[in-house]
């Protein structure tokens, strides 16, 4: 699959998180703890680009309904990922709502446009890309298209699982990844990324996830 | 790259036991797309470790576990959005999901067509029907006025006419017979009919009422008590007969006006 890094590492542990839930669907709490440590990093990330600094709480809400209802779960460890980001989008979407919080900051403009800088090399831009600038500039995406992103790149979905998150048509869905990671490559002065990389080949790499 | 950054964050590694599968970045533009992805994914997880797992969280979670696992929760059936089973295997499932609703829809389909053909077969045989009610008398409480109006025709289909029917009207017809008009009335149609002619419509009635008032004196004085509280006809004024249906009621004080006129 054409995708990126951190899907492909991701997809390298679905056999262990598979084989962890499937033992904790069996009664091992050992093995749901395994699961927890596996799944959670890329919830919070997920739910970070959503509800911002209160992701820690409604990740708690999730598990507690995760924990809950693992006996209803069907599916492997990549399934698993799917299932549990449902759940937590659910609970951030409520959450959203009991706060009455756009999701995505509205005032960040000129935050957002201090670029790391004249040295705008692919690779350096990136590395000095901090959490919270990464997070700013996700979170001032439209939301479908940073949930997109987010779902792609932090849990690592693919695109059929994506849509089912969202409740989209996978189409959807990519068009919105790919004009989300397209615009924070150029944010993020990736300028030769974004002209010869992400621009021009965006569509058929991202294509190529679905 | 990936080294460097798990170099930087020791402790994020546990969060990220694949954080090495980044290697070098691919030299192809396609490898420049996934490497950017991995720096973002990267730098949004970082924060999402950072400190690692916290461990009262997981704690909380593994209890809620425990708990669900204990109670039986785990047990519950599987809705379907918690079946994430790889498409081959949902596709079977649902397969055979559209075969059942196409099933389900020819059967009710089926049964719409069969529930017309049979409303129009008893339309058809209608009037075989509707005769039949009216030789019993299905409100009475006692059988004996029942008898002879049992085997009076009745002269309007569908209309039943009762033993309370005839003694209403019989009543009535004892204060208005004088003035001729109201004979002419459906109601009094029905009751000459019944009586075998217009002669005979007081002995008729005189009959009916006999009987009725029997029948109510051998009972308790119940009909006689809510026969006047029901009437608020003039039919109803002299007792028993105040059950009578308000078609009854209505043909009294037509006729009653037409005699006026």
Known sequence: ?210 | MGERHSGDEPGRRRGHPGGTVLGPAPADRDGRDAAFEARLAAALRRGAASGGIDPEAEQRAVAAFRAARDTGAHASRTRRRDDWRPREARGARLSLKATLSVFLASVTLGGVAFAAIDSVGSAKDDDGRRTRPSSSAPEQPSAQPTAPESGAPSTRPGHPATAKDTLAHCRAYEQIKDRGKALEATAWQRLVTAAGGEENVAAYCSEQIALADGANKGKSDKPHNSGNGHGSSESAKSGSGGKADSKAAGSANSGKSGGKK
Request: glycine share 12%; aromatic share 4%; charged share 30%.
């Open chain 1, 1 to 210: 699959m054409g995708q990126g890094g951190e899907p492909r590492r991701l997809q390298a542990q679905d056999g262990e998180l598979g084989a962890a839930v499937a033992r904790a669907q069996d009664g091992d709490e050992n093995a749901f703890a395994v699961a927890y440590r596996i799944v959670q990093p890329s919830l919070l990330g997920y739910l970070r680009g959503l509800v911002g600094e209160d992701a820690e709480d409604v990740a708690s809400d999730a598990w507690l309904e995760i924990a809950r209802d693992l006996g209803r779960f069907r599916g492997d460890g990549a399934g698993f990922r799917g299932w549990s980001a449902t759940i937590a989008r659910h609970r951030a979407l409520d959450h959203l709502r009991r706060q009455r919080v756009r999701p995505r900051a509205a005032a960040l403009e000129q935050d957002v446009l201090e670029l790391p800088g004249p040295h705008s090399t692919h690779d350096q831009a990136l590395e000095s890309l901090s959490t919270g600038r990464a997070l700013e500039l996700v979170r001032s995406l439209p939301r479908d298209q940073a949930e997109a992103v987010l779902l792609r790149v932090v849990v690592g979905l693919d695109g059929p699982s994506v849509a089912r998150v969202l409740g989209k048509r996978p189409g959807a869905v990519r068009t919105a990844a790919y004009r989300g990671l397209k615009w924070l490559a150029r944010q993020l002065g990736v300028r030769d990324a974004a002209d010869s990389g992400v621009t021009d080949d965006g569509p058929r790499t991202l294509g190529e996830s679905k």
